[in-house]
């Protein structure tokens, strides 16, 4: 594979690979406090490693040393598994089936570290390192931090499109993988979300589709298991040197969904006391939910929030950062595939991608101002979806939000909607700079329009007016984009 015109193979082994990406500039957009003309601009010198869509991003700030003592880093998004072939979701024929169906044809067991970090000389680099293979490829899967560690959960496999039952978990202080049990064959699911409790003790399963997808419906099932419990019993059997260590975990039965949702994520709140989903199927290939329901995890109960987003979307990437739930883009469906299938649309419209970003601020929850509180901060001008979403705290307290991945869209040639790894970031129209002589009085830095800017898409944004403050950045797959809103 190529890094940036440079030739590297990778290995099987806990190889590590840094690659370096700069940036000679800050680049960011004021909304709310300063309006302003919003633009896409394809970064040249910066691809991501490898396509990839359907994976997962996880933040986890965890330090420790290597074998010679010396301190390292576990402070990384860790991006895990996915759909990393170049035609993305491939169609496949439908004879004798119902509806058209799309597959990826090749699925990832590789596990990336992203880490941005600020130099001295006031440019950022972003580290990519490739860490240790996972035990397994998977795809459409959940993955959580719990206990210092990464926890993998659900997805499939390809060919056979079978739910993985194997519960796989990393330690970054020793780059190390376990399988440390398996789920009980009936809360098996993919395409589902995962959340922890306060003392991260407990690894919350929620939602998602079982082996047959929409079949009937998609699942409003909720588990849970002591992550503790189950990680001791590993310890336990392997120092003992049991071979071929089996366990299916104990799980406790949790409060259903109000509504089954496939297609979705769930994020925690900051104190571990509640959790969030939003949107997602029901039923697919129907049009998506625009609701969004809250998990009180010590009440055991889920309430619909009395504020929904203001688009329908499934698949779409959620991140708690600063107090506010985004909702990334995502997915729908032509009208006619749920409503009138013997009318099935052309291949190239029957997925559309939702071309914005949602916010929501959670700190209005239970107050008189709750209501109607979903605000669209910003366009993503190109079709794009299927990517995960990670937040990272910076050094200046704040937290930057990246997004990986996506596939594009529909190549009438492959029939498919192939991955990107291209870079691509959402400015003012007017270049920022990282030169502090050149702040503005809105508190960013900022310089004259330069004729190496590429502008590939616009959004005036005059309706943002909230006194909230916070900074989001968004790397998608291919996308990235720095947001302020003052």
Same mark, same amino acid.
């Given at each position: 594979?190529?890094?940036?015109?440079?030739?590297?193979?990778?290995?099987?082994?806990a190889?590590?690979?840094?690659?370096? +990406?700069?940036?000679?500039?800050?680049?960011?957009?004021?909304? =709310?406090?300063?309006?302003?003309?919003?633009?896409?601009?394809?970064?040249?010198?910066? +691809?991501?490693?490898?396509?990839?869509?359907? #994976?997962?991003?996880?933040?986890?700030?965890?330090?420790?040393?290597?074998?010679?003592?010396?301190?390292?880093?576990?402070?990384?998004?860790?991006?895990?598994?996915?759909?990393?072939?170049? $035609?993305?979701?491939t169609?496949?024929?439908?004879?004798?089936?119902?509806?058209?169906?799309?597959?990826?044809?090749?699925i990832?067991?590789?596990?990336?570290?992203? $880490?941005?970090?600020?130099?001295d &000389?006031?440019?950022?680099?972003?580290?990519?390192?490739?860490?240790?293979?996972?035990?397994?490829?998977?795809?459409?899967?959940?993955?959580?931090?719990?206990?210092?560690?990464?926890?993998?959960?659900?997805?499939?496999?390809?060919?056979?499109?079978?739910?993985?039952?194997?519960?796989d978990?990393?330690?970054?202080a020793?780059?190390?993988?376990s399988t440390?049990?398996?789920?009980?064959?009936?809360?098996?699911?993919?395409d589902?979300?995962?959340?922890?409790?306060?003392?991260?003790s407990?690894?919350?399963?929620v939602?998602?589709?079982?082996?047959?997808?929409?079949?009937?419906?998609?699942?409003?099932?909720?588990?849970?298991?002591?992550?503790?419990?189950?990680?001791?019993?590993?310890l336990?059997? #392997?120092?003992?040197?049991?071979? #071929?260590?089996?366990?299916?975990?104990?799980?406790?039965?949790?409060a259903?969904?109000?509504? $089954?949702?496939?297609?979705?994520?769930?994020?925690?709140?900051?104190?571990?006391?509640?959790?969030?989903?939003?949107?997602?199927?029901?039923?697919?290939?129907?049009?998506?939910?625009?609701?969004?329901?809250?998990?009180?995890?010590?009440?055991?109960?889920?309430?619909?929030?009395?504020?929904?987003?203001?688009?329908?979307?499934?698949?779409?990437?959620?991140?708690?950062?600063? #107090?506010?739930?985004?909702?990334?883009?995502?997915?729908?469906?032509?009208?006619?595939?749920?409503?009138?299938?013997?009318?099935?649309?052309?291949? %190239?419209?029957?997925?559309?991608?939702?071309?914005? +970003?949602? @916010?929501?601020?959670?700190?209005?929850?239970?107050?008189?101002?709750?209501?109607?509180?979903?605000?669209?901060i910003v366009?993503?001008?190109?079709?794009?979806?299927?990517?995960?979403?990670? %937040?990272?705290?910076?050094?200046?307290?704040?937290?930057?939000?990246?997004?990986? =991945?996506?596939?594009?869209t529909?190549?009438?040639?492959?029939?498919?909607?192939?991955?990107?790894?291209?870079?691509?970031?959402?400015?003012?129209?007017?270049?920022?700079?990282?030169?502090?002589?050149?702040?503005?009085?809105?508190?960013?830095?900022?310089?004259?329009?330069?004729?190496?800017?590429?502008?590939?898409? %616009?959004?005036?944004? %005059?309706?943002?007016?909230? &006194?909230?403050?916070s900074?989001?950045?968004?790397?998608?797959?291919?996308?990235? @984009?720095?947001?302020?809103?003052?």
């Amino acid at each position: 594979m190529q890094f940036f015109g440079s030739s590297f193979s990778s290995t099987s082994s806990a190889f590590l690979l840094p690659l370096l +990406v700069s940036f000679s500039s800050t680049i960011a957009v004021v909304l =709310g406090k300063a309006d302003g003309q919003l633009s896409w601009v394809v970064l040249d010198d910066a +691809v991501l490693p490898t396509p990839l869509s359907d #994976n997962t991003a996880t933040y986890i700030d965890n330090k420790s040393e290597d074998a010679g003592g010396n301190s390292r880093t576990g402070d990384m998004i860790y991006i895990a598994g996915g759909c990393n072939s170049p $035609q993305g979701n491939t169609h496949r024929d439908s004879t004798g089936l119902e509806l058209d169906f799309f597959l990826c044809e090749s699925i990832s067991d590789a596990l990336y570290g992203f $880490q941005p970090a600020n130099e001295d &000389n006031g440019e950022s680099n972003l580290v990519i390192t490739e860490l240790a293979t996972m035990p397994r490829p998977r795809y459409r899967h959940a993955a959580v931090r719990a206990d210092g560690k990464l926890w993998l959960i659900g997805g499939r496999t390809i060919p056979d499109d079978t739910i993985i039952a194997e519960i796989d978990v990393y330690d970054p202080a020793t780059d190390v993988w376990s399988t440390v049990g398996t789920i009980p064959e009936e809360y098996l699911a993919s395409d589902n979300g995962a959340f922890t409790n306060a003392e991260q003790s407990e690894i919350y399963v929620v939602g998602g589709y079982n082996q047959n997808y929409y079949e009937p419906e998609a699942l409003a099932t909720t588990f849970s298991f002591n992550i503790r419990e189950t990680f001791g019993k590993f310890l336990m059997e #392997n120092n003992n040197m049991m071979e #071929n260590f089996e366990q299916t975990i104990q799980v406790t039965k949790r409060a259903n969904l109000n509504q $089954q949702r496939g297609d979705m994520h769930a994020v925690a709140s900051y104190d571990g006391t509640t959790a969030y989903v939003a949107g997602g199927y029901a039923s697919y290939p129907c049009q998506p939910l625009t609701t969004v329901e809250v998990y009180d995890i010590e009440k055991d109960v889920w309430e619909y929030v009395p504020s929904d987003l203001l688009s329908a979307r499934g698949d779409q990437a959620m991140v708690h950062a600063n #107090n506010q739930i985004y909702a990334i883009g995502g997915e729908v469906n032509h009208p006619d595939q749920c409503a009138a299938p013997e009318l099935l649309p052309i291949l %190239s419209v029957q997925s559309q991608a939702v071309n914005d +970003v949602e @916010m929501f601020d959670t700190t209005l929850l239970g107050t008189s101002e709750l209501a109607d509180t979903w605000t669209d901060i910003v366009d993503i001008p190109d079709f794009r979806f299927r990517f995960s979403a990670a %937040s990272y705290p910076m050094d200046d307290a704040t937290e930057q939000v990246y997004v990986f =991945g996506g596939q594009t869209t529909f190549d009438d040639d492959c029939k498919c909607y192939p991955t990107t790894n291209e870079i691509t970031t959402i400015v003012r129209t007017s270049t920022l700079t990282n030169n502090k002589n050149d702040m503005n009085n809105d508190g960013m830095y900022e310089k004259e329009e330069s004729n190496d800017t590429v502008t590939t898409g %616009s959004k005036n944004d %005059s309706s943002s007016s909230s &006194n909230r403050s916070s900074f989001i950045t968004i790397i998608a797959g291919a996308i990235m @984009m720095t947001v302020i809103v003052m």
